[in-house]
């Protein structure tokens, strides 16, 4: 999926965090959401829009609504992100502590 929002972007709004938050304990809908958060339906989606073009949720028809629920491919590569952070800063840190100190004088 091509996304034209940051995952860190997304991510970045603490309702959106929230909402994904809540998305990773169980798939629900805009309603449930909405009752969960002190925000407005019309809030919510637009949260869920800005997520979804992300690539971090995805949802599905389940009769009149949708179900929203983190979607695997997304977290997948918001994951490898950390990865990449994680490894260059252990990196880093062994650099840094290998490096011969230089007397004080």
């Not at 959106?16 to 339906?41: D, K, N, Q, Y």
Request: with cysteine; net charge positive.
């Amino acid at each position: 999926m091509q996304t034209n929002v940051n995952s860190w972007t997304a991510l970045g709004d603490p309702t959106r965090r929230t909402i994904f938050e809540l998305l990773v304990e169980h798939p629900c809908s805009v309603g449930e959401l909405a009752r969960a958060l002190p925000v407005t339906r019309p809030a919510v989606s637009q949260h869920l829009k800005v997520l979804r073009n992300a690539g971090l949720v995805a949802d599905t028809r389940a009769g009149k609504q949708r179900i929203y629920r983190v979607d695997p491919e997304g977290l997948a590569r918001l994951r490898a992100e950390l990865d990449i952070f994680w490894s260059k800063t252990l990196a880093a840190y062994k650099v840094a502590v290998e490096q011969p100190r230089k007397e004080m004088e």
